[in-house]
C-alpha cells in the first residue's frame, strides 16, 4: 500500500509561480511512475505530467508544456511540479498519483493510487 501527501498549494497572482510536493511512503516510491492531475469546480480531473520511476521520460499536457516541470527525488520519496507563468486558468485542485506501471499514461485510470488534493488558485 502507498500513501500520497500533497503540498505546496496557495494563492498566487498571474505570472506567478509554485512548486507542488507529492511525499510517499513506503519503501516501492522509486519502483512507481507518478503523474499530477487537476479539477477545476465542475470539470473533470484532468492529466497535468508524468514522469518514469527513473526520471528518464517525462510527459506533460499541452496546456502546460514549457511552464510546467515535473521532476523527482527518490531518495527522498518525493515527486515535484514546478508551476512557473501560471495563469487563471490553473486554477483547480491538483492530485499527485502513482502507477506500479511502466508506462506512462496520462488515463486517471491508469493510476493505482492517489494524493489527497491541493489548492492551487492563480488571480487574474
Known amino acids: 500500500q502507498v500513501q500520497l501527501v500533497d503540498s505546496g498549494g496557495g494563492l498566487v497572482q498571474a505570472g506567478g509561480s509554485l512548486r507542488l510536493s507529492c511525499t510517499a511512503s513506503?519503501?516501492?516510491?522509486?519502483?512507481?511512475?507518478m503523474g499530477w492531475f487537476r479539477q477545476a469546480p465542475g470539470k473533470e480531473r484532468e492529466f497535468v505530467a508524468a514522469i518514469t520511476w527513473s526520471g528518464s521520460s517525462v510527459y506533460y499536457a499541452d496546456s502546460v508544456k514549457g511552464r510546467f516541470t515535473i521532476s523527482r527525488d527518490n531518495a527522498k520519496n518525493t515527486v515535484y511540479l514546478q508551476m512557473n507563468s501560471l495563469k487563471p486558468e490553473d486554477t483547480a485542485v491538483y492530485y499527485c498519483?502513482?502507477?506500479?506501471?511502466?508506462?506512462?499514461?496520462?488515463?486517471?485510470?491508469?493510476?493505482?493510487?492517489w494524493g489527497q488534493g491541493t489548492q492551487v488558485t492563480v488571480s487574474s
Open positions: 498519483a502513482a502507477t506500479h506501471q511502466t508506462l506512462l499514461s496520462s488515463s486517471v485510470g491508469f493510476y493505482d493510487y
Open positions: 513506503g519503501r516501492t516510491f522509486s519502483s512507481l511512475a
